[in-house]
T-cell receptor, first 117, second 115 residues
């Protein structure tokens, strides 16, 4: 158990709908990362938040947005869903946002499997 | 740009065979980090190893070993005496040294170990 929790575990919805995925980082971790694993795109970085602020952005669609709240949990909002958004969405957390060259270990949650019908 | 290439899409071996998973990376950074993760059929990502760019020493952990060669930009992973429980998708990943710890993953290699 990495200490990172994600809810829900599974989500089935229809095209055009909007969903919210939730992530609670490990206690003490300030950074949250979102990754998408799909058949088409593989495992790719979407976005990172550090202590409530966006730190890095990857190939995240405009229909997707994320935020990190004062209690450090994060939500990934996916709207106008398409069939191609079906994927496994991982959240990871690390202790900091990299202010030095030393690496901060990322701990991955179990993922949320989204199925768009 | 940073990129990780895992040319082997799928590998099948029989139990007790040795198997090597290849990983080639591209980066302009002089300081970076390389990783291997395992994704078993249950779906979670399991961290296996992290290697710094300035540490080219090979590493062995039980039946697992890693060969890091900066000259060829490769970070290969060998499983000795493979077991059925090693069946999984294995991902190689790269992280830049500054500003963010985001991971850039390769496309993964599916390893099937048959009894």
């Amino acid at each position: 158990d990495s200490g990172v929790t994600q809810t829900p575990k599974h989500l089935i919805t229809a095209t055009g709908q909007r969903v919210t995925l939730r992530c609670s980082p490990r206690s003490g971790d300030l950074s949250v990362y979102w990754y998408q694993q799909s058949l088409d795109q593989g495992l790719q970085f979407l976005i990172q938040y550090y202590n409530g602020e966006e730190r890095a952005k990857g190939n995240i669609l405009e229909r997707f947005s994320a935020q990190q709240f004062p209690d450090l949990h994060s939500e990934l909002n996916l709207s106008s869903l398409e069939l191609g958004d079906s994927a496994l969405y991982f959240c990871a957390s690390s202790v900091s946002g990299r202010v030095t060259s030393s690496y901060n270990e990322q701990f991955f949650g179990p993922g949320t499997r989204l199925t768009v019908l | 740009a940073q990129k990780v290439t895992q040319a082997q899409t799928e590998i099948s071996v029989v139990e007790k065979e040795d198997v090597t998973l290849d990983c080639v990376y591209e980066t302009r950074d002089t300081t970076y980090y390389l990783f291997w993760y395992k994704q078993p059929p249950s779906g979670e990502l399991v961290f296996l190893i992290r290697r710094n760019s300035f540490d080219e020493q090979n590493e062995i952990s039980g039946r697992y070993s890693w060969n890091f060669q900066k000259s060829t930009s490769s970070f290969n992973f060998t499983i000795t005496a493979s077991q059925v429980v090693d069946s999984a998708v294995y991902f190689c990943a790269l992280s830049e040294a500054y500003n963010t710890d985001k991971l850039i993953f390769g496309t993964g290699t599916r390893l099937q170990v048959f009894p």
